[in-house]
């Protein structure tokens, strides 16, 4: 008896090889591989220059240009990294870098919610004119703006400064953009209860709006965090003071005298791209939620 039924369970289960091609879990099926594939295939075009450029900083110098190119490495070093490190003030422009794209991350949260906040639910003559003004500066390349906001904080004195780097970086049309998305996906009931509560628009923005948009806030706090550590060029014309230097402008210029010392430009990438790293693979699960809930809302 027992088994029969054994046997009945086994025939019962559908084998993988009887699934057609052109059924649905078949399509599903298919589907997934193809996505898996591609996944595979842009994680391996991601991590093969990352390797090697770590690849080419434990070699010795005289075995990064060895023909031919090999992986393999004879005598794995760290004196590529040494010499970065005592080439430059490394330690401190690792701090500027913190502390300029900290506050850059903060302050661009702050203003872009509370713009969003008012483009989303206060109604006003022109809003959309404004709206639509806010997300033409995406169109807008930093370039074409060097010269007049160089300019400008030279009258005011600035260059040289924190601020310098931090005030232009602030506004962020992008942020402003993915705050409505996220705020006009709240329901309007709850903002009407604070209304008839006596909550003020402030008080329903900080109590209300601000706790539900968490999401949207990792998301912007940490792709602004990451486009103010990379910015090269900006920094690079407003800094002068080698105390002040971001990392990215410390290293060129620590860089730009190793000539074609391949192993210690690669430490020096390596050492820059480090923190960013480590703030993708501690925030990564927060950098999917904003996307996924503010991308799709509208």
């Known amino acids: 008896m027992t088994t029969t039924l054994t046997g009945n369970r086994r025939s019962a289960k559908p084998s993988r090889a009887a699934v057609r091609p052109d059924s649905p879990s078949g399509r599903v099926r ?51 990294f040494k010499n970065v490190i005592q080439a430059g003030n490394i330690l401190q422009w ?113 109590q209300i709006f601000l706790p539900l948009s968490r999401p949207a806030m990792s998301a912007v706090a940490i792709f602004t965090f990451v486009w103010s550590w990379n910015n090269f060029l900006w920094p690079l014309l407003v800094l002068t003071s080698t105390n002040l230097m971001t990392l990215p402008v410390g290293l060129a210029t620590v860089s730009s005298s190793y000539g074609i010392q391949y192993a210690s430009i690669m430490a020096s990438a390596i050492l820059g791209a480090l923190p960013l790293l480590v703030v993708f693979l501690l925030f990564q699960r927060r950098i999917v939620e904003g996307i996924a809930g503010t991308g799709l809302k509208g």
């Open 94 to 206: 690792y701090a500027n870098s913190a502390i300029i794209s900290i506050l850059v991350a903060g302050l661009s949260v702050i203003v872009a919610s509370m713009a969003a906040f008012a483009l989303s639910r206060i109604r006003f003559r022109g809003s959309q004119i404004v709206f639509w003004v806010i997300l033409a500066g995406i169109m807008i390349p930093g370039q074409a703006l060097i010269v007049p906001l160089f300019r400008e904080f030279a009258a005011f004195g600035m260059i040289d400064t924190y601020w310098a780097v931090i005030l232009p970086q602030i506004p962020a049309p992008v942020a402003v953009f993915v705050f409505k998305q996220f705020f006009d996906g709240i329901p309007h009931e709850l903002e009407e209860a604070a209304l008839v509560d006596g909550a003020s628009r402030f008080r329903i923005f900080l």
């Open 30 to 80: 298919i589907f997934n591989g193809v996505c898996v594939g591609v996944l595979i295939a842009f994680a391996i075009l991601w991590l093969v220059p990352l390797l090697w450029a770590l690849d080419t900083s434990l070699k010795p110098e005289g075995e990064t240009t060895k023909v031919p190119v090999t992986w393999l490495i004879d005598n794995p070093t760290l004196d590529a």
